[in-house]
């Protein structure tokens, strides 16, 4: 990307802040409006949320803390069509008038096919969601239409040749880890988007936070660059520094966070070849830390028949991971996590789980390291 070249930010809504951690729809609305109103008042205006977020209510957060507040022609909104869930192609017009009444809009600005990959490409076939969104795209209800896409390079190369006229932009899973990670292949997707000509909307690029809490040792070898930049500035320096990328989306629960981030793409300076040497750096330390690489989107947990809490249960396992010694507060999380949801030896194996995570990974097999590692006598210590 050439010096000054301008890279939009937009405001990922897919885990807004709440009021309870385990209830998705207890928004905090004071927060996220002060939130939102701050991200506009900067100057940026681009907000991206799905049917599918926080139990299906995120939509309806959009609604109240941004639809309501603000004048339309002051914000674009994104949200996408869930290809898990529509039926067929009745559903998707009864899914798409839902997602408008919910959103209290008249038009969506972008509209994406959500989370596209081989499980759910025959499927809109079948039924022509890429017709569909293209035809509301014609009446109007639709300004630009994409898809965002967790799958091989090999199958976006598929779906653009056969597909790719009807899509005004892709969204792509993008940052310094997994840039050439086998299950995702950040670099090599983003080569096929430029081959079509399609611009690239980066989500992800914090990877779901494990770009914010770095291991320490990684942490020192950043501020020994940039003595001032937080990691988040780094993770989101890296994806808006490759060619062909024009929006970076990335969550924000605090106001710090978001000063942070905005200012990061106000005063915009790309990666240089003498940072991208310490990036390789800190993607090794960071690999040795994280056993696990799962960002927490939770797609997995829906169906799961024994509500297991896969991403906390990752999230613990990661961490438990970097602690030492033979008990840590993990297992007391662990604990009081399962007595609300299944534990991870509840798991009957049925795989519902790893069809849904657009990071593809082993569930199963994870869960009974989880399990291994947190339901054993050592982990579960009791009183003699
Ligand atoms: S494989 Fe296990 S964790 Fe996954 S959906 Fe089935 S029961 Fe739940
Ligand atoms: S296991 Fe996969 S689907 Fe589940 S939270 Fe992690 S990355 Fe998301």
């Not at 994406?112 to 079948?126: D, E, I, R, W």
Request: charged share 25%; aromatic share 12%.
């Amino acid at each position: 990307m050439a010096q000054g070249q301008k890279v939009d930010f937009g405001f990922g809504c897919m885990r807004l802040p709440v009021l309870q951690a385990d209830q998705p729809d207890s928004f905090d609305y004071d927060k996220i409006g002060q939130l939102f109103d701050a991200f506009l008042a900067k100057g940026f205006t681009y907000f991206d949320t799905a049917y599918t977020y926080h139990g299906y209510h995120g939509e309806e957060a959009m609604r109240k803390a941004l639809v309501e507040r603000h004048p339309r022609q002051n914000f674009q909104l994104a949200t996408k069509m869930p290809l898990r869930d529509f039926k067929d192609a009745e559903d998707l017009e009864s899914i798409f008038n839902e997602q408008l009444a919910h959103c209290g809009v008249e038009y969506f600005d972008y509209y994406l096919l959500h989370n596209m990959g081989t499980n759910v490409y025959a499927k809109c076939k079948k039924y022509d969601a890429f017709g569909f969104v293209a035809q509301k795209k014609a009446e109007g209800k639709i300004r630009q239409v994409g898809m965002s896409f967790h799958d091989m390079p090999e199958l976006l190369d598929e779906i653009l040749c056969e597909y790719g006229g009807m899509l005004d932009f892709i969204q792509l899973q993008i940052n310094y880890m997994d840039w050439e990670q086998p299950n995702v292949q950040s670099r090599r997707c983003l080569e096929i988007a430029r081959k079509y000509g399609k611009s690239v909307t980066v989500m992800e690029p914090c990877k779901g936070g494990t770009l914010v809490n770095l291991p320490p040792e990684a942490e020192a070898l950043l501020r020994e660059t940039r003595p001032l930049a937080s990691n988040a500035s780094w993770a989101l320096r890296f994806a808006a520094s490759q060619e062909g990328v024009t929006r970076v989306l990335s969550g924000m629960n605090s106001m710090e966070q978001l000063e942070d981030n905005t200012n990061t793409f106000l005063r915009f300076e790309p990666i240089t070849p003498e940072e991208q040497e310490t990036i390789v750096r800190v993607k090794e330390i960071i690999e040795k830390n994280t056993p696990i690489p799962c960002t927490g989107c939770a797609y997995c947990t829906h169906g799961c028949p024994k509500d297991i809490a896969i991403p906390q249960y990752f999230a613990l396992y990661n961490n438990i991971s970097r602690t030492t010694g033979s008990f840590s507060s993990q297992n007391v999380y662990y604990n009081n996590i399962s007595l609300k949801h299944g534990k991870a030896s509840d798991c009957i194996g049925c795989g519902q789980c790893e069809k849904a995570c657009p990071q593809h990974l082993p569930i199963r097999q994870y869960l009974q390291d989880v399990a291994k590692k947190f339901e054993t006598g050592a982990a579960f210590p009791t009183r003699k």
